[in-house]
């Protein structure tokens, strides 16, 4: 998805926990027409977890036949977006000239590095009938010695993402290793995305990693004490054995990964360099980015404001 504005950090509620939380984020939909977005990164009071600068919860949105989801051209820099979706489908298209449908359970990598133009639209035959769109979107900040990599563009069918059954508990891998799986979606640094879908009253101990964080997308956990409600992303210290506790039917995404340096991110752009950022901005409102194949007509200007 493209951001709207410049500014990039979403207005959260922020409360501290547990000696293994180091905070709770809350975070205020957005209506974006017809359907809404919860940001949980970055805010002010955590910028990153792990490699992970960005992670937007979309949806569930019910469209009407004829609405639905229409992201226009944008461009990105210096990152890798990772988008996977619990209902739905969405089109993706790039100046690269790919053309993929996005489905429940795939996982959708598009590496911008040194730059790329996307869109993100439906296919008429979803258009135009009732249809429900949602999922997650985040992205990863690439090391500083591959932020300028050529751009490319992965699709993962689902049949390929691993998964297990741990004490009960179904999860996916969706990138990195966990659990004595390892997921074939590319990474550049260490790296962690799990989905797991608990029962109440079911527990799961959580694997390590420098940085962690789960989001809530359905019911609430428990942290020892701590209730972590519906729609809020929980940092946790990098304590050992942290044990989550299901309180109701919960859906969650852990993510994680290794420490990254300070980033700089507008609008659309992440870059570990200031001046890199200032290039990109010059170079979209001068028409310098590559157009995307068969969805050149549109774009999405620069925001003023």
């Known amino acids: 998805m493209s951001i709207e504005t410049k500014e990039t950090e979403s207005e959260c509620s922020v409360n501290q926990g547990c000696d293994a939380i180091e905070l709770i984020i809350q975070p205020r939909a957005k209506d974006l027409g017809g359907f809404s977005v919860r940001r949980t990164l970055p805010t002010k009071e955590r910028k990153m977890v792990g490699p992970w600068i960005f992670f937007d919860h979309m949806g569930p949105a019910n469209f009407p036949a004829g609405s639905g989801i229409n992201v226009r051209p944008h461009p990105h820099i210096n990152l890798a977006t990772v988008t996977y979706l619990f ?18 359970g795939d996982i959708n990598l598009m590496v911008a590095g040194r730059g790329i133009t996307h869109s993100e639209r439906e296919r008429p035959e979803v258009k135009d009938i009732d249809h429900t769109l949602h999922g997650l979107q985040l992205w990863l900040a690439l090391p500083e010695k591959d932020e300028e990599i050529d751009p490319a563009f992965y699709h993962y069918p689902s049949a390929s993402i691993p998964a297990a059954t741990i004490d009960g508990v179904p999860l996916r891998v969706l990138m990195g290793s966990a659990y004595g799986l390892t997921s074939p979606v590319l990474t550049y640094a ?12 079911q527990t799961l ?16 956990l428990k942290i020892k004490d701590s209730v972590i409600p519906e729609f809020a992303m929980v940092i946790l210290s990098a304590a050992d054995g942290v044990v989550i506790e299901a309180a109701e039917e919960s859906r969650i995404a852990l993510i994680g990964g290794e420490k990254m340096a300070k980033r700089y ?41």
């Open 190 to 201: 260490e790296t962690l995305y799990v989905e797991a879908h608990l029962q109440a009253g």
């Open 87 to 104: 209902e739905g489908e969405i089109l993706h298209r790039d100046s690269l000239g790919s053309y993929a449908t996005i489905t429940p």
């Open 265 to 305: 991110i507008e609008w659309n752009f992440i870059s570990s360099r200031k001046e890199r950022i200032e290039q990109a901005k010059q170079d979209w409102r001068a028409g310098n980015f590559p157009t995307v194949v068969g969805d050149e007509e549109e774009f999405i200007p620069y925001p003023d404001k």
């Open 205 to 220: 101990e959580l694997p390590n990693s420098e940085e962690r964080a789960i989001y809530v997308a359905k019911g609430s």
